[in-house]
């Protein structure tokens, strides 16, 4: 795939310590964060402060990470515009490409129902302060792909590379959910939820279900008694993301779950999520998905 040839070309500039199969590792901080990258790959990453601190300002916003501190997001063109650091700073970085996680995604997603508290959470405060248990699983998991991405013998390299970073992100959800608030809870007054925040969150958990098969923003205003324009302007001021942005993704995950986690046929699948027939249930798939349902099922399985 050429995004993948774009994802390796655009970290083998900054020295890294380790590239394989859309997927990257350094031991090396400074090769990263004081290299600016441009890409259109899409991808994750993570970086770990074991020792010393750095700050930098991206998109406007000032970050600072500090010992013990993981900072987790996802690429959109990590042009950093000022960097500073300690002279002790040591750290690793994880960074994998979005397609890795498809034959797990959609499936964590579904069992996870508070998923989306966490990525808007990760959007606005993208640092997390690590346990000690933290902080060694994440070690081990680094640890683990170094040994792996060296094992050039092993044909089932790819794989393993695969399943750890997998379960790498199932951890990060896993121990992110307690960092959400409870609802109306010590840190969420009922007073201090505006209307469009509850609208919000409804709209997100409406959508969520697998139940509910609408793709149109209008059939979901209409259930909680706004314009769609007055929805979308909510999501995009909450989330940065339009109504439909997020009804788009919601869709695309089911369709990725019945392709990759049952055995249901296209004709079933388009039935199940109220497609008008299986013909244009297989063009929203190719628009979305880059490949007709069956090939991104065989695909995936490779």
């Known amino acids: 795939m050429d995004n993948d040839c774009n994802f390796a070309n655009d970290f083998r500039t900054a020295n890294m310590l380790k590239i394989f199969n859309d997927l990257v590792i350094s031991n090396n901080l400074d090769d990263v964060m004081s290299t600016p990258l441009e890409t259109t790959s899409d991808y994750f990453f993570s970086v770990y402060c074991e ?11 000032s970050y600072h990470v500090g010992e013990g501190d993981l900072m987790v997001g996802q690429y959109n063109g990590l042009a950093v515009g000022t960097f500073m650091r300690t002279p002790d700073l040591k750290g690793k970085l994880i960074c994998a490409g979005r397609h890795l996680f498809d034959d797990a ?38 640890n683990l792909m170094d040994i792996f991405m060296e094992d050039s013998d092993n044909p089932y390299r790819q794989r393993i590379i695969r399943l750890i970073a997998q379960s790498m992100a199932v951890e990060v959800l896993h121990e992110m959910g307690g960092l959400i ?61 339009t109504a439909m942005d997020w009804l788009t993704e919601a869709c695309v995950r089911n369709i990725k779950y019945y392709l990759l986690q049952t055995g249901l046929s296209v004709k079933e699948i388009a039935f199940k999520m109220d497609f008008p027939d299986v013909s244009f249930f297989c063009k929203y798939t190719r628009k979305h998905l880059g490949q007709s349902p069956l090939d991104y099922r065989r695909s995936a399985s490779l």
């Open 181 to 241: 608030p409870e609802e109306n809870g010590p840190g969420t007054p009922t007073s201090k939820r505006s209307q469009k925040d509850v609208l919000f969150q409804r709209f997100i958990t409406m959508i969520n279900r697998m139940e509910n098969t609408d793709r149109t923003v209008k059939a979901y205003a209409d259930r909680l008694l706004v314009t769609p324009k007055y929805l979308s302007a909510v999501c995009k001021e909450k989330s940065g993301r």
């Open 105 to 142: 995604l959609a499936e964590i997603l579904h069992l996870d129902t508070t998923w989306w508290k966490k990525f808007l959470l990760l959007r606005e405060a993208p640092i997390i302060h690590l346990s000690e248990y933290q902080n060694r699983l994440y070690q081990s998991y680094f």
């Open 51 to 61: 020792r010393g601190s750095f700050q930098f300002i991206k998109d406007g916003q």
